[in-house]
């Protein structure tokens, strides 16, 4: 026996959840855990099913393809470890937080290589004998840098990509080579502070809490789909740089909870909205 | 059309799911949300769906009663406004967030009467204009008091009883006359601090949070399938009865949660374990 | 044996705290509670300090005026309790909070009145037996309009004025009548979804969390020194309307706990940011 | 200029605060951060200044005690890096996370070596050039493993000895060899579920929050003085291994952010509780 996920999207009709659970029962399919919306709104359907049993991918898909909608999309995505290429600049909050979960089993991933535009974070990579790539954006044209990246990091076929704290931001060229593949991790509470120096910002409005966003990257690096939220209470004993240090440790957390719900097939694209079912 | 919410509880099996949407399919219900859990343990299945449409309860809760196994039931509930009976002593702070949010409308209820062991709480409940019962222990059995209570509750024929801090034991006999009707506000993060003076318990014992808990009321009063449970940090400042007045806050905060999900018919007793769909 | 607040503001100077501290120890006053805050960026000094004794104010405080630098500022406030005027227009969540707050002793305040655009919170109020007084905005110029509230509410000589879901912007010359004396909540973690329907803005962006924020109001309504925030988890299960239900809950915390902290001496301005002690 | 922070305790007394601000004025030290709690039950007083300047330790701890009543005690605690051994079994998150932390400088310790009764995390700790000791348990008495442990730990002369999951109950010949020196990290929401499979109970008891508890070790593995407590929500669909997975997170969540409040000297022991200044 198996355990396989079941994603499907489909514009919404009448009678969805009758076919595809029919449908998984003719193939003597159980169903260990179901979710599903309906977005009244955009009228769009999604429904993520964890089976069991024995699979017969092809003609359980064409099942399915006869039954749902023209415009639907199903796929059976297998339990295998997936793979992520994570890209980082010089803070090793973010990327050592990956780094320790995926090695003590609480992120089930494979971290294929991590990709630096600084050698900084080289050391703590190669701890957990995980390739570092040094790619120094210096004396390079934005595209060319990118250009090196892309070529490293399509070697290693990640099924996503990481931003850990990858300070530069991306061109829309590199983004569409990765769609809704790539996750970034913004600090702060998105849409409030956008853009840079967010805790100073926070600093000098005075806020009482402050927030990280892990969110797909889209053209516009602030403005892709959000997959999390968090924050944190803070006073005004805070100094701007106080709050940079408290906001590390939201940061990682957003961000390893967002990749840890993107790697489970919970999250679904919804326009600029994510569904996490 | 009108909306009715289903409520499913059956032994697993395979196809359960689909046999239901089955049904709803057939009968032209649109599903507007869907909840199932399967209890892998007890292997139970529970499913909650609001459906939207045009219902013959009697033909369609017969297709499901021929189609589920032999130890499932099915309800079709409709979204009529449920009745409940609110038991209190002297405490004025969850029976006056109660009053207010079915006043302001953030709580679909209709409170039928109050019935109070003192009269403290009387001329609150009448601007509200509702009917407050008092009845005082004094001089009665326990089983005579609780008698008289029966009594007066009956009559309003409640959805549920709310103990809004009742602080009297109840006999297995009250119990019994509301199976998994009875839904109580215990003062601490159960099961810690079970008793009286939960908050000097929390002082002594130096803890950091404190909590409170809304449970299903079973023969022992403090041990009934927990419903919600919700907390706040505290520290060396608060004294026992800081603690108690804080505390009082979160207790009103879970209540009336707690409340809101067994009206909208999201709980399911499990054991001596809740499921909330 | 009294108790009294002593709250201090300064410049930043050494021996500040040794200064004031043995002022209240010649005058034989015991320190029940003390904090103080030094501003490292603007060099200001925030100082509250809970007193237990027998007061002679006068001489405390020219004992201090010649003890403190020429620039700061002491006063000594007795426990007696405040006086606070109430504005609203039609919801009735947060102003149904601060009465049953004050009601059930949650809240150490005394509600002189409650002025509204709307009469639809006159039955409310009056149920706690407080003077409700409708100021229609109908058929008159803005000026004019405030100018009935301003007279009605100096009449009440309050404390502070709170806008309890007061939904008009207030002209600079309404709130320089009562410099840093109103508190307004806004419905949005400020400063994201500044402006007219925050919780539709929060939909359209997809966010995962959702807050309050309670603030001293300034010139610019939505600009003030904030005094608190709050937030709640929330999905794509939420629609516009559902997060503005949800909000409410977060509103009417957020407002009487930045209220519960300004009764209690515990706020201070310090530029557009606030000190909470 | 140095930095230094004054720890003073002593039996509550008038005008400590001015006696020890006084102090610190005549010695020409600037006050960066000053807390202080009166404990109005046990009547202890305690207090903890953050100070910059010129220091002669000597003189001004005399100053101090020639002020400050008979029982009381200060000290002046540079801000050197302080040393700490950590003993483990065999779960990495808790270690994990220290070395993480102490690796980017979130937490700012020496870590001067892990001791395990198992070697499991030896290769872990070694990635980061930490010794790494296995005292193995087994075919010794109780009080041999005990006292060979005692041995490697005392020669690193750590300022504090942190149990992050050390799975084995010490006697009180260990725990006397560092009062008050050893933090451990308890999983689960003391004083709820005492003792051996936390997560089993709270799956057995249907709990919806879990936490996990940082204290002080005492005689007794559970009962000592807490430091610090978290929690998070969970629901039905949690199995026991379910919910001890996600207890991980909160367990390093809370031991880090206890041992850095006692890094920090801000953790005081009243009794059977702390003060966290």
Known sequence: ME?????????????????????CYKHQL??????????????RFFMRTELEGYFNDETFLADLNDALPDASSSKL???????????????????????????????DVEIAAVVGNYDT???????????????????LEREEHEAKIVEIVKQYEPDYVVLAKYM????????????????????????????????QQAF??????????????????????????????????FSAKDLAHAGRDVEKAVLTKALS???EDKVFVNGNRTVVL
């Open 3 to 23: 355990r396989k996920t079941l994603i499907t999207e489909s514009p919404d009709a009448k009678g969805l959840i009758a076919k595809i659970t029919n449908i």
């Open 30 to 43: 159980n169903i260990i855990h179901n979710n599903e919306f309906v977005d009244h709104a955009s009228l």
């Open 77 to 107: 995505i297998s339990s295998e470890r997936k793979r992520i290429v994570i890209m980082v600049t010089k803070e090793a909050h973010c990327l050592g937080d990956i780094l320790m979960k995926a090695y003590d089993g609480a992120l």
């Open 121 to 139: 974070l080289a050391s703590l990579t190669e701890k957990f004998d995980i390739p570092y790539h040094t790619v120094s954006h210096e004396s």
């Open 168 to 199: 530069r931001v991306l061109t829309p060229n590199f983004v569409k080579q990765f769609p809704h593949k790539i996750i970034n991790i913004h600090h702060s509470f998105l849409p409030a502070f956008i853009g840079a120096k967010p805790y």
């Open 204 to 237: 000098d409005r005075g806020v009482k809490i402050i927030g990280a966003t892990a969110h797909f990257v889209t053209d516009d690096l602030d403005e892709g789909p959000i997959i999390h939220q968090q924050v944190i209470p803070v006073d005004h004993n």
């Open 261 to 263: 719900a993107v790697l």
